[in-house]
């Protein structure tokens, strides 16, 4: 009934307070526009200024595909262990008690709060030929810093808490009744999960592993600590676009950056998809 | 005449919530504003409050035009059905609110919020917060909060809506016994005739969004205008046999 | 009210050993590692790293930045969560789904971004040579860059706050006499307190750490534009373990007590539902 859900905003559009209204509407929708929509059109000018030809020459370059293929595989690993381990976590914390609950919920906000240059070199000194856990490594001849699993790692430290933070309130809110309903109907616990819980959290998940996704496609300080920046080797895309601009190819730093910029707003466009879908099944 | 509403008309979009009404609050009564769900009652009482703008039509208050001033301006005491309390406030600092946004000098506001807290029978709860009273005495916290500025008018919103059974009894006739006392010029929407039949001096019954009947519970039960009006007061209707 | 706990229970082993490992080898292994190390250090020598110039400059220069930024974001963050979550123009969908663009770009793409907009070849960059304010390789480009990375964390964490807040309690301060300034003061703002504080702590904390925009936007100029993380990866880079340490440790540090900041914020805004 239009009596009941109608927003009233009546009192707020008269006189002067309609003035005020507008103004500091247009004052918000101007500090976005400058810090939000401005560099992105910057950046596509600067990038589209040479025309496709600087395109091509990306798409030609061996240390460019390289660089792409790497970033790939870090955000799959990314998006794959960190699910998995995610949704483990994320049932830790919303159905179970126990002993250092509170510690494990705080470290997981540890990603969220550390620079990522120090993200990269705690996991130097741990994995290095003279860490810890690295001299093992060393000796068993695989090479985890300066090389792929480093780099890896290092995406998947920064990437790790999101999933298990979208996941965690969803799960809270879906309870326990409908699990412990399927349970007196016989359901072993895996059946449980698969047709009564998963269904109930994924656009929660799929909200958090493009979250994830995110984050990895764009992680830059952990990895630069961690993989030693070896041309061709093992610069991911955000290592690429840095070792450019530092050479003065900016054409080059533009162009990789455009293509990183429009996987990224894909991403956040299905963020914004999940969230809405989340909203609407609860 | 406390309010006087002429041809008040509002629409939302293409549905007509108010429809041409015009009515007169007399000077210290207390009205009902009586109808069904979406009969726009409830629109018609935040026009006059102020809390919206009508599309036609005009709104006096106490003799003065109120048509074109923000709600702030309008010194009307507004009751919510569910209350809208300040929760992060105690009961004494909701009540002092009004006062102090007038910047009336403290020793003053500290007399009139214990004049209201005795009025409302909270006294020991002024210290409390809205979340550790009971729906019936947050009401009551709501009513004095209104009150205490001294409005010239008192609008309620189904004030006893979110209340359970018994409460809304006991409520309703403690709040015509508080009419009684404080004489301001009231008028409550309900969507219980019980209730307004039994505590208003004068009903307004509103249908559709147009005035069907106005007068008093006898003079609607005794002479009521139109179908809607037997209907929705519980009388059978005329044309039907009684056996 | 959260649903889904039971009281007391305990999960099973294999759930759990999965889980903690995880997390432990992750996360905790390498902190311990970092702690260790700068003990093996010795006191002298890791105050005296942290104490050379470059490493204060490099500290005191993070922190003022991090605090002028929260501050900053403090005020438009609650704006434009207000605006967003209360009042209605064309376009607003977008403009909300916008609002985590920040979050979502690599960093090294918003530094390339600002360097296009502000760099000596933009008309932007021109303008303000003349008038002689430098933006990129100085200050101003970094707090560009700050403001921009930080700024959906204090709107995020405050918005479903304030739509959640019913209408009701403005409607009653309004029609008991307060403008819309002495309503929002007295009713919104307090009760926006805990997400205001939790969501300006991580913009706080995000500027602490802040690499990838600022290395392209400020370059790496010591005793000038060259914040914490920056020194830390210069001093790996030029293998002075203890300068890298001793600043990281800080670091960590300083995360720790964001960390502890935040759950204390998050638990008294839940307390008062």
């Known amino acids: 009934m239009p009596e009941a859900s109608v927003p009233s905003y009546g009192a707020w559009h008269f006189g002067p307070d309609r003035w005020r209204h507008r103004t500091v509407t247009a004052a918000t929708l101007a500090w976005f526009a400058v810090l939000t929509l401005v560099p992105v059109g910057a950046l596509a000018k600067a990038a589209l200024m040479g025309g496709w030809a600087p395109f091509r020459a990306l798409a030609a370059s061996p240390d460019a595909r390289h660089a792409f293929i790497l970033t790939i595989l870090a955000t799959a690993a990314s998006v794959l262990l960190n699910g998995v381990f995610g949704l483990v976590l994320a049932v830790l914390l919303a159905r179970y008690e126990f002993p250092g609950k509170a510690i494990l919920d705080a470290l997981l906000d540890m990603p969220f709060a550390i620079s990522p240059v120090v993200a990269g070199f705690m996991l130097l000194l741990l994995l290095g030929p003279k860490g810890l856990l690295g001299h093992f490594f060393e000796a068993a001849g695989v090479h985890v810093v300066f090389a792929i699993p480093g780099i890896i790692l290092a995406t998947l430290f920064v990437s790790l808490p999101f999933v298990v933070r979208e996941v965690v309130p969803v799960l809270k809110e879906v309870g326990l009744e409908q699990e412990e309903a399927a349970q007196t109907l016989g359901a072993g616990p895996w059946t449980t999960f698969r047709r009564v819980t998963f269904p109930a959290i994924r656009w929660g998940l799929a909200y958090g592993v493009s979250l994830t996704a995110a984050r990895a496609l764009g992680e830059f300080g952990a990895v630069l600590v961690v993989s030693g920046n070896i041309i061709g080797r093992t610069q991911t895309t955000t290592l690429f676009i840095n070792q450019e601009f530092a050479d003065f190819h900016f054409e080059g730093a533009y162009c990789a950056a455009l293509v990183l910029a429009l996987a990224s707003m894909l991403l956040l466009l299905g963020m914004e998809a999940a969230k809405r879908f989340a909203k609407g099944t609860s | ?243 | 009210m959260p649903l889904g706990t039971r009281s007391k229970r305990r999960p099973p082993l294999p759930l759990l050993g999965v889980g903690v490992g995880y997390v432990a080898i992750l996360v905790v292994l390498p902190i311990l590692v970092l702690v260790a190390d700068g003990l093996k250090l010795g006191l002298t020598a890791f105050f005296k790293a942290l104490t050379a110039p470059e490493a204060l400059y490099a500290l005191r220069l993070t922190l003022v930045l991090a605090v002028f930024i929260a501050a900053v974001d403090a005020v438009t963050g609650t704006v434009t969560a207000y605006v967003l979550a209360r009042y209605r123009f064309p376009g607003k969908s977008l403009v909300n789904a916008m609002v985590d663009l920040p979050v979502a770009i690599p960093t090294v793409v918003t530094g390339l971004m600002l360097v296009a907009l502000y760099g000596p070849a933009s008309l932007a960059g021109q303008f303000l040579g003349r008038h002689g304010l430098q933006v990129i390789f100085a200050k101003p480009g970094i707090i560009l860059a700050l403001l921009y990375v930080t700024f959906p964390f204090v709107v995020r964490s405050v918005q479903p706050v304030v739509q959640e807040l019913s209408r009701d309690q403005e409607e009653a301060a309004e029609t008991l006499g307060a403008s819309r300034w002495v309503t929002f003061k007295r009713v919104i703002l307090p009760a926006l307190r805990p997400a205001l504080l939790a969501g300006t702590t991580l913009s706080f904390s995000r500027a602490l750490g802040e690499f990838g925009s600022v290395v392209i936007v400020a370059g790496n100029i010591p005793m000038k534009t060259q914040v914490a993380p920056v020194y830390i990866y210069g001093e790996i880079e030029s293998y002075d373990p203890a300068g890298a340490i001793s600043v990281s440790v800080v670091l960590l540090l300083a995360s720790l007590l964001a960390i502890f900041a935040l759950r204390r914020f998050k638990r008294s805004g839940s307390s008062d539902a």
């Open chain 2, 1 to 243: 005449m406390s309010i006087i509403i002429k041809n008040l008309s509002k629409r939302f979009g293409d549905f007509c919530a108010v429809d041409r009404v015009t009515m007169e609050v007399p000077h210290g009564a207390l009205v009902a504003l009586l109808g069904p769900s979406g009969s726009g009652k409830s629109t018609i009482l935040r026009l006059i409050a102020g809390l919206e703008q009508p599309d036609e039509g005009e709104v006096f208050l106490t003799g003065e035009e109120a048509t074109g001033l923000p709600a702030r301006k309008r010194g009307v005491g507004f009751v919510f059905q569910h209350y809208a309390l300040f929760k992060h406030m105690t009961v004494s600092e909701n009540i002092a609110f009004g006062l102090e946004v007038r910047k009336v000098p403290k020793a003053e506001i500290k007399k009139r919020v214990q004049a209201m807290l005795d009025l409302i029978q909270l006294d020991s709860f002024s210290h409390h917060y809205p979340s550790q009273l009971s729906g019936g005495q947050r009401q009551r916290v709501a009513l004095a909060r209104a009150l205490c500025p001294e409005p010239r008018v008192l609008l309620l919103d189904e004030p006893f809506g979110s209340l359970d059974a018994k409460v809304r009894y006991e409520l309703r006739s403690w709040l015509r016994r508080l009419h009684d006392t404080v004489h301001v010029t009231s008028l409550f929407v309900t969507h219980d005739q019980d209730e307004a039949m039994s505590i208003a001096d004068r009903v307004v019954l509103i249908h559709k969004g147009r005035l069907e009947q106005e007068g008093t519970p006898r003079e609607l039960l005794e002479e009521p205008a139109t179908p809607f009006v037997r209907d929705f007061l519980g009388m059978p209707p005329l044309d039907e046999p009684h056996w």
